[in-house]
Protein backbone atom coordinates (compact mmCIF):
# COMPACT_ATOMS: atom_id res chain seq x y z
CA UNK A 1 0.00 0.00 0.00
CA UNK A 2 1.07 3.15 -0.66
CA UNK A 3 0.70 6.86 1.16
CA UNK A 4 0.69 9.96 -0.93
CA UNK A 5 1.28 13.30 0.48
CA UNK A 6 -0.29 16.10 2.36
CA UNK A 7 -0.80 18.27 -1.39
CA UNK A 8 -0.77 21.12 0.60
CA UNK A 9 2.71 20.11 1.79
CA UNK A 10 4.19 20.96 -1.92
CA UNK A 11 2.56 23.99 -2.06
CA UNK A 12 4.13 26.64 0.85
CA UNK A 13 6.76 26.51 2.89
CA UNK A 14 6.51 23.99 5.89
CA UNK A 15 6.76 24.23 9.40
CA UNK A 16 9.18 21.80 11.04
CA UNK A 17 9.44 21.16 14.42
CA UNK A 18 12.16 18.65 16.31
CA UNK A 19 11.72 17.99 19.60
CA UNK A 20 14.57 17.15 21.48
CA UNK A 21 18.34 17.96 20.41
CA UNK A 22 20.28 14.80 22.19
CA UNK A 23 21.56 11.93 20.47
CA UNK A 24 19.26 11.82 17.93
CA UNK A 25 17.53 15.06 18.01
CA UNK A 26 21.39 16.84 17.35
CA UNK A 27 21.68 14.69 14.42
CA UNK A 28 18.54 14.66 12.84
CA UNK A 29 18.68 18.49 12.96
CA UNK A 30 22.03 18.61 11.10
CA UNK A 31 20.82 16.83 8.27
CA UNK A 32 17.75 18.96 7.89
CA UNK A 33 19.67 21.75 5.82
CA UNK A 34 21.04 18.82 3.41
CA UNK A 35 16.49 18.30 2.95
CA UNK A 36 15.63 22.07 3.06
CA UNK A 37 18.15 22.36 -0.19
CA UNK A 38 17.29 18.86 -2.02
CA UNK A 39 13.75 20.06 -1.82
CA UNK A 40 14.37 23.69 -2.90
CA UNK A 41 16.17 22.18 -6.19
CA UNK A 42 13.68 20.04 -6.91
CA UNK A 43 10.92 23.31 -7.27
CA UNK A 44 9.75 23.05 -3.87
CA UNK A 45 8.18 26.94 -2.98
CA UNK A 46 9.45 27.19 0.33
CA UNK A 47 11.29 24.28 1.77
CA UNK A 48 11.25 23.96 5.12
CA UNK A 49 11.03 26.92 7.97
CA UNK A 50 12.59 24.73 11.01
CA UNK A 51 12.23 25.53 14.93
CA UNK A 52 14.35 23.24 17.44
CA UNK A 53 12.91 22.99 20.94
CA UNK A 54 14.87 21.69 24.53
CA UNK A 55 15.45 23.33 27.20
CA UNK A 56 18.29 20.75 28.08
CA UNK A 57 22.12 22.61 28.64
CA UNK A 58 25.38 20.93 27.58
CA UNK A 59 26.92 18.57 30.16
CA UNK A 60 30.51 17.57 29.56
CA UNK A 61 29.01 14.12 28.85
CA UNK A 62 27.16 15.37 26.62
CA UNK A 63 30.71 16.38 24.18
CA UNK A 64 31.43 12.76 24.62
CA UNK A 65 29.04 11.24 21.76
CA UNK A 66 26.91 14.47 20.93
CA UNK A 67 27.97 17.49 18.57
CA UNK A 68 29.34 19.96 21.21
CA UNK A 69 32.60 20.84 22.73
CA UNK A 70 33.75 21.94 26.34
CA UNK A 71 33.87 25.39 25.42
CA UNK A 72 30.09 24.90 24.93
CA UNK A 73 29.18 23.36 28.52
CA UNK A 74 26.19 24.99 30.28
CA UNK A 75 25.01 26.82 26.81
CA UNK A 76 21.22 25.40 25.39
CA UNK A 77 21.97 22.97 23.44
CA UNK A 78 19.43 23.72 20.99
CA UNK A 79 20.36 27.69 21.15
CA UNK A 80 24.27 26.24 20.08
CA UNK A 81 23.11 23.96 17.25
CA UNK A 82 20.27 26.76 15.82
CA UNK A 83 22.79 29.16 16.00
CA UNK A 84 25.72 27.05 14.27
CA UNK A 85 23.04 26.42 11.43
CA UNK A 86 22.30 30.03 10.73
CA UNK A 87 25.92 30.89 10.39
CA UNK A 88 26.60 28.18 8.59
CA UNK A 89 24.02 27.94 5.80
CA UNK A 90 22.33 31.91 5.68
CA UNK A 91 19.04 30.83 7.46
CA UNK A 92 16.94 32.18 10.05
CA UNK A 93 15.62 29.09 12.01
CA UNK A 94 14.52 29.25 15.69
CA UNK A 95 15.74 27.81 18.69
CA UNK A 96 13.74 27.47 22.03
CA UNK A 97 15.32 26.86 24.98
CA UNK A 98 12.35 25.26 26.79
CA UNK A 99 10.91 21.87 27.57
CA UNK A 100 7.53 20.80 26.01
CA UNK A 101 5.31 20.68 28.42
CA UNK A 102 1.25 20.08 27.89
CA UNK A 103 0.95 24.15 27.13
CA UNK A 104 3.28 24.10 24.07
CA UNK A 105 1.63 24.64 21.26
CA UNK A 106 2.36 21.71 18.93
CA UNK A 107 -0.84 22.46 16.80
CA UNK A 108 0.60 25.09 14.30
CA UNK A 109 2.59 23.08 13.24
CA UNK A 110 3.29 20.56 9.90
CA UNK A 111 5.33 18.16 10.66
CA UNK A 112 6.39 17.31 14.35
CA UNK A 113 9.67 15.40 15.05
CA UNK A 114 9.91 13.33 18.66
CA UNK A 115 13.68 13.02 19.96
CA UNK A 116 12.99 12.21 23.30
CA UNK A 117 14.14 9.78 25.39
CA UNK A 118 11.09 9.27 28.14
CA UNK A 119 8.02 7.71 27.94
CA UNK A 120 6.43 10.33 29.96
CA UNK A 121 7.87 13.16 27.01
CA UNK A 122 6.36 10.69 23.89
CA UNK A 123 3.31 11.39 25.83
CA UNK A 124 2.64 14.61 26.79
CA UNK A 125 3.73 15.13 22.45
CA UNK A 126 1.50 12.79 21.24
CA UNK A 127 -1.46 14.29 23.56
CA UNK A 128 -0.05 17.62 21.85
CA UNK A 129 -0.64 16.99 18.42
CA UNK A 130 -3.99 14.99 18.47
CA UNK A 131 -7.70 16.37 19.10
CA UNK A 132 -9.81 18.12 16.98
CA UNK A 133 -8.33 21.67 17.29
CA UNK A 134 -5.36 20.40 16.14
CA UNK A 135 -3.56 20.94 12.30
CA UNK A 136 -0.27 18.61 12.37
CA UNK A 137 0.45 16.40 9.15
CA UNK A 138 2.57 14.10 10.32
CA UNK A 139 4.67 13.04 13.53
CA UNK A 140 8.07 11.55 13.09
CA UNK A 141 9.28 9.32 16.33
CA UNK A 142 13.02 8.24 16.98
CA UNK A 143 13.89 6.22 19.96
CA UNK A 144 16.85 3.77 19.98
CA UNK A 145 18.22 1.16 22.65
CA UNK A 146 22.21 0.68 23.20
CA UNK A 147 22.49 -0.56 19.49
CA UNK A 148 18.87 -0.71 17.62
CA UNK A 149 15.97 1.65 17.47
CA UNK A 150 12.88 2.24 15.59
CA UNK A 151 11.69 5.38 13.83
CA UNK A 152 7.87 5.83 12.42
CA UNK A 153 6.40 8.53 10.36
CA UNK A 154 2.87 8.55 11.37
CA UNK A 155 -0.74 10.96 11.19
CA UNK A 156 -1.76 12.15 14.29
CA UNK A 157 -5.85 11.56 14.51
CA UNK A 158 -6.74 14.97 14.23
CA UNK A 159 -9.14 17.96 12.24
CA UNK A 160 -6.57 17.16 9.35
CA UNK A 161 -5.97 13.75 9.39
CA UNK A 162 -9.71 11.73 9.90
CA UNK A 163 -9.82 8.24 11.18
CA UNK A 164 -9.54 5.91 8.15
CA UNK A 165 -7.79 2.67 7.31
CA UNK A 166 -5.01 3.79 5.75
CA UNK A 167 -4.33 6.80 8.25
CA UNK A 168 -0.49 6.51 8.75
CA UNK A 169 -0.22 5.06 12.30
CA UNK A 170 1.67 7.03 14.95
CA UNK A 171 4.36 5.52 17.04
CA UNK A 172 2.21 6.10 20.03
CA UNK A 173 -0.69 3.97 18.34
CA UNK A 174 1.65 0.71 17.03
CA UNK A 175 3.69 0.58 20.26
CA UNK A 176 0.86 1.95 23.60
CA UNK A 177 4.32 0.94 25.49
CA UNK A 178 6.15 4.21 24.77
CA UNK A 179 3.58 5.99 26.17
CA UNK A 180 3.28 4.16 29.63
CA UNK A 181 5.41 6.53 31.76
CA UNK A 182 5.40 4.33 34.41
CA UNK A 183 7.69 2.13 32.43
CA UNK A 184 10.21 4.98 32.12
CA UNK A 185 13.86 3.72 33.94
CA UNK A 186 14.27 5.67 37.03
CA UNK A 187 18.30 5.49 37.16
CA UNK A 188 19.14 8.74 35.61
CA UNK A 189 21.65 10.21 33.09
CA UNK A 190 25.00 9.29 32.56
CA UNK A 191 27.25 10.88 34.62
CA UNK A 192 30.75 9.78 33.31
CA UNK A 193 32.15 9.55 29.72
CA UNK A 194 33.07 5.78 29.96
CA UNK A 195 29.68 5.12 31.39
CA UNK A 196 27.48 7.28 28.64
CA UNK A 197 29.39 5.06 25.72
CA UNK A 198 29.18 1.43 27.64
CA UNK A 199 25.40 2.35 27.54
CA UNK A 200 24.88 3.16 23.85
CA UNK A 201 26.89 2.08 20.54
CA UNK A 202 28.31 4.70 18.89
CA UNK A 203 26.62 5.76 15.71
CA UNK A 204 23.63 4.61 16.57
CA UNK A 205 22.20 8.04 16.22
CA UNK A 206 23.60 8.85 13.10
CA UNK A 207 22.37 5.88 11.70
CA UNK A 208 18.45 6.22 12.55
CA UNK A 209 18.67 10.35 11.69
CA UNK A 210 19.59 9.52 8.17
CA UNK A 211 17.52 6.71 7.36
CA UNK A 212 14.71 9.03 9.20
CA UNK A 213 15.73 11.91 6.84
CA UNK A 214 16.03 9.71 3.71
CA UNK A 215 12.23 8.72 4.50
CA UNK A 216 11.14 11.96 4.58
CA UNK A 217 13.27 12.76 1.20
CA UNK A 218 11.43 10.01 -0.50
CA UNK A 219 8.14 11.67 0.27
CA UNK A 220 8.85 15.11 -0.56
CA UNK A 221 10.52 14.25 -3.69
CA UNK A 222 8.12 11.44 -5.27
CA UNK A 223 5.32 12.06 -2.84
CA UNK A 224 4.55 8.86 -1.87
CA UNK A 225 6.29 6.24 0.14
CA UNK A 226 5.39 2.28 0.45
CA UNK A 227 7.00 2.11 3.96
CA UNK A 228 6.45 4.72 7.04
CA UNK A 229 9.34 3.86 9.11
CA UNK A 230 11.95 0.72 10.19
CA UNK A 231 13.65 -1.09 12.82
CA UNK A 232 17.19 -0.61 12.84
CA UNK A 233 20.11 -2.66 14.64
CA UNK A 234 24.12 -1.66 14.48
CA UNK A 235 24.61 -4.64 16.05
CA UNK A 236 23.81 -6.83 13.03
CA UNK A 237 23.65 -4.04 10.35
CA UNK A 238 20.03 -4.74 9.49
CA UNK A 239 17.05 -2.67 8.65
CA UNK A 240 13.89 -4.15 8.53
CA UNK A 241 11.05 -1.79 7.28
CA UNK A 242 7.58 -1.43 8.64
CA UNK A 243 5.35 -1.21 5.79
CA UNK A 244 2.18 0.24 4.76
CA UNK A 245 0.20 -2.34 6.30
CA UNK A 246 -3.56 -1.82 8.37
CA UNK A 247 -2.94 -5.95 9.38
CA UNK A 248 0.07 -5.60 10.75
CA UNK A 249 -0.50 -2.41 12.41
CA UNK A 250 -3.24 -4.20 14.49
CA UNK A 251 -0.75 -7.17 15.23
CA UNK A 252 1.50 -4.26 16.63
CA UNK A 253 -0.36 -2.85 18.54
CA UNK A 254 -2.45 -6.20 20.13
CA UNK A 255 1.58 -7.30 20.93
CA UNK A 256 2.35 -3.45 21.90
CA UNK A 257 -0.95 -4.18 24.55
CA UNK A 258 -0.06 -7.26 25.94
CA UNK A 259 3.60 -6.05 26.85
CA UNK A 260 2.09 -2.60 28.46
CA UNK A 261 -0.13 -4.88 30.69
CA UNK A 262 2.75 -7.59 31.54
CA UNK A 263 5.18 -4.43 32.92
CA UNK A 264 1.96 -3.70 34.61
CA UNK A 265 1.26 -5.96 36.58
CA UNK A 266 2.67 -6.84 40.23
CA UNK A 267 4.95 -10.12 38.96
CA UNK A 268 7.14 -7.92 36.73
CA UNK A 269 7.75 -5.25 39.30
CA UNK A 270 8.06 -7.43 42.77
CA UNK A 271 9.96 -5.15 44.53
CA UNK A 272 6.94 -2.40 44.29
CA UNK A 273 4.73 -5.69 45.87
Not at 105 to 120: E, K, N, S
Not at 216 to 242: C, N, T
Amino acid sequence: MLHRIHPNLLQRTVKVLVIGCGGNGSAFIGGLPYLHQAVLVAGHPGGLDVTLIDGDVISPTNCVRQPFSRAEIGLHKAVVMISRINLFWGFTWRAVPEYVTPKTDLGRFDIVVGCVDTRAARRTIQEGISGRRNGVAYHLDLGNSADSGQFVLGEPWNYRNRQATNRLRTAGELFPELLEATLDANDGPSCSALEAIERQEPYVNAVLAQHSLALLARLFRYGQIEHHGAFVSVAQSRVQPIPIDPALWKRMRRRGRAFTEASRSPEAHPEAA
